[in-house]
């Protein structure tokens, strides 16, 4: 099983009923500039509805004949949400729906994405075929509206024949499908950025965490060990001064004591300043580095570790250097806190287009579907990708721990003689 640094994208196709998304499919002004164009062409009010038949836009253009008509209980709301209660119904094709009532005509469209009906659209009032003087007086008779008024609105607003408004359905359906995958496109890269922004947050707070513990560490290490020892030295240098005219034999074994306990503390100020910064990768380059950092990594964990370095340039770049040294120590520490000591192998591997560092854990290996906490992975990767290159780890349970890295050597020249 494999992991690689940048993945696999975790954006499917049913994302849009996702929770993240829902009625925001909806929401961007992306909607309301189309459809006030859409509705100021065809002279048509819309509304749109998600799938839980709930008004989420609009209504877009009202015209003169739905403002005559909009504070009439007996014609709205009822005439836009039964078109789009029956488009939303549909399981087959997604046919236009015209819905009469009264003398009024809507038509509208299921909305859809990914195969799913996420929505519908329905553009009204209007008249259909309307000519006659008596559907007039009828409508006059229905809505309580005076006649003169009506027909005044019916001069401005011509009918439309049934075929243009299936048409105009049928151009909001195209429109409509278009605007619902731009708007979830921009919704998942917003998602992914959010997603990407929180967790960079979560990383620096973790690496903050982290230095603060290291410096803790070696204050620790200085306070507990260094600073005492230093204070003893004092205290000897007083006494072997008092020595030195009554006792010189003594005086001289007291120094040569004191020189062998300074050499003592010498090392473990070696050791602080090496875990800080290896300035062995500085003077000798990075495989002494690595094979020094492997000696103390094997008489310090009692584990067998083998190190293999392959025509590996001779000049690496520091940064590049201590990014790898850096990953290797990582992945060190990593096996000692969860392996089972059964042994190491590093390969340090020089390419036609850079270095390959690679880091096998003997032990038990692990399930990578199982979540994965704590930062040392998330290390090792920027490291990776602070270096232009790639990072990836591969485990399976009974079978180990492969970490590989691969960084690109720009411009240095490789010399394998």
Not at 250 to 255: K, Q, W
Not at 298 to 322: S, Y
Request: glycine share 8%; with cysteine.
């Amino acid at each position: 099983m494999k992991s690689a640094a940048h993945g696999s994208e975790l954006w499917s196709s049913e994302l849009w009923s996702s929770e993240l998304f829902g009625s925001e499919l909806f929401s961007s002004d992306l909607w309301q500039r189309a459809l006030e164009s859409y509705a100021s062409a065809v002279h048509l009010t819309i509304k749109l509805f998600d799938a839980e038949e709930r008004v989420v836009f609009g209504p877009i253009h009202p015209t003169p004949l739905f403002h005559l008509f909009e504070g009439k209980p007996s014609y709205e709301p009822g005439l836009f949400a039964e078109c789009a209660r029956q488009c939303l119904a549909q399981t087959g094709d997604r046919l236009a729906v015209v819905s009469e009532f009264r003398g009024l005509t809507v038509v509208g469209t299921s909305l859809m994405l990914d195969g799913g009906i996420v929505g519908a659209a329905v553009a009204g009032y209007a008249f259909m075929d309307f000519c006659q003087l008596s559907e007039v007086q009828r409508l006059v008779r229905n809505s309580g509206i005076s006649f003169d008024r009506l027909w005044q609105v019916a001069r401005e607003q011509k009918p439309i024949p049934k075929q243009r408004l299936v048409l105009n359905a049928e151009l909001l359906q195209v429109l409509g499908d278009a605007i619902l995958r731009e708007n979830r496109q921009t919704r998942q890269y917003g998602a992914r950025l959010n997603r990407s922004e929180s967790q960079l947050r979560a990383l620096t707070a973790r690496i903050i965490n982290s230095q603060e513990d290291e410096h803790r560490r070696v204050a620790r290490d200085l306070h507990d060990n260094i600073c005492p020892k230093l204070a003893l030295f004092e205290i000897d240098i007083h006494e072997i001064e008092s020595k030195m005219a009554r006792d010189p034999d003594s005086a001289m074994r007291d120094l040569r004591r004191l020189g062998i306990t300074i050499g003592s503390l010498s090392e473990e100020v070696r050791h602080i300043s090496h875990t800080l910064h290896p300035s062995v990768i500085d003077d000798l380059g990075l495989v002494a580095a690595l094979r020094s950092l492997l000696d103390d990594y094997r008489r310090g964990e009692n584990m067998i570790v083998t190190f293999t370095p392959r025509d590996v340039p001779e000049r690496v770049p520091n940064q590049m250097a201590t990014g790898l040294y850096r990953i290797a120590q990582e992945a060190l520490r990593n096996i000692a806190k969860h392996g089972e000591r059964v042994g190491v192998e590093v390969i340090l591997t020089g390419t036609a287009s850079g270095i390959r560092l690679e880091v096998v854990d003997l032990g038990p290996g692990f399930d990578m579907r199982a979540p994965q906490s704590g930062l040392g992975l998330t290390s090792m990767e920027e490291r990776a990708r602070m270096m232009s290159g790639t990072f990836n780890i591969e485990s399976e349970p009974g079978k180990g721990t492969r970490v590989s890295v691969d960084v690109p050597l720009n411009g240095i020249a490789i010399d394998r003689s």
